[in-house]
């Protein structure tokens, strides 16, 4: 992918789900691991919506509303991909 995207001027987006590294809710991983509460939004619904607002914001602020987006992934994210091409058909391919 590295190597083709440059040859289609394709843009590569590696998003990071919520709870995990730097994307940490409540600003710290002690807040978002505190409660029930505060994991309410680990899940994957709200992983989706994430992207959803990403790729549209993305798309909005490059000026690249028809552009297509193309998702995949490995595990976890070939999974997210899936479902978003199914809850979401508008946004991806």
């Not at 040859?7 to 590294?21: H, I, M, N, T």
């Not at 505060?38 to 619904?45: G, H, I, V």
Request: proline content about 5%; aromatic content about 14%; overall charge negative.
């Amino acid at each position: 992918m590295f190597n083709i995207a440059p040859r289609y001027k394709a843009l590569l987006v590696f998003p990071e789900d919520s709870y995990y590294g730097e994307s940490m809710p409540f600003g710290r991983q002690e807040a978002a691991y505190k409660d029930a509460e505060s994991l309410a939004y680990l899940n994957t619904e709200q992983a989706l919506g994430d992207f959803v607002t990403l790729i549209t914001d993305l798309k909005q602020n490059l000026s690249t509303e028809a552009c297509p987006v193309v998702l995949f992934g490995g595990l976890y994210g070939r999974m997210l991909a899936a479902w978003m091409r199914l809850k979401y058909p508008n946004i991806a391919i």
